[in-house]
């Protein structure tokens, strides 16, 4: 019987799995849309529901325990002015998960774990904006030598 078990062990240690369930964490609230297995998925969406009911209730305490969840000051920023205002008149259901096929190496059952009401440009946080080269006329390149 599964009297007990509170949550999957996923084959790892607890501060390796306390680590990555940190990170992807982080990578949910910069990103607000990240693909990773379905198992990590399912774990991960009532993780972020509770960081966003804390980030709801704005005070100190509040502030200083989602720190010390996240360790990252720019994710807890955003959860408390970004999420707090967004998820304001919502009472839970703050992610989804969707099932999106399998990993081509292992076959392992992938998922796109997602905020309800996400801001589409998120993803493109990091991506570098693309730089057109300069366009080259004639009269800037230098003359070569003919005989």
Avoid: C
Avoid at 25 to 33: F, G, P, V
Avoid at 52 to 75: E, M, P, R, V, Y
């Amino acid at each position: 019987m599964r009297h007990k078990i509170g949550y999957r062990k996923l084959n790892k240690t607890s501060e390796h799995r306390k680590a990555l369930f940190k990170n992807m964490l982080n990578s949910l609230i910069k990103y607000e849309q990240i693909i990773t297995t379905l198992p990590k998925a399912k774990e991960l969406k009532p993780q972020i529901d509770k960081v966003i009911t804390l980030g709801k209730k704005s005070n100190l305490s509040k502030k200083k325990h989602l720190f010390s969840k996240l360790q990252d000051q720019k994710s807890v920023k955003k959860v408390f002015e970004t999420f707090s205002k967004r998820y304001a008149n919502r009472k839970g259901g703050y992610s989804r998960v969707l099932k999106a096929g399998f990993r081509t190496g292992d076959d392992a059952p992938m998922a796109v774990i997602e905020l309800v009401d996400r801001d589409v440009n998120a993803r493109k946080v990091d991506k570098p904006k693309k730089i057109e080269p300069a366009k080259k006329d004639k009269e800037t390149l230098p003359k070569t030598a003919t005989k």
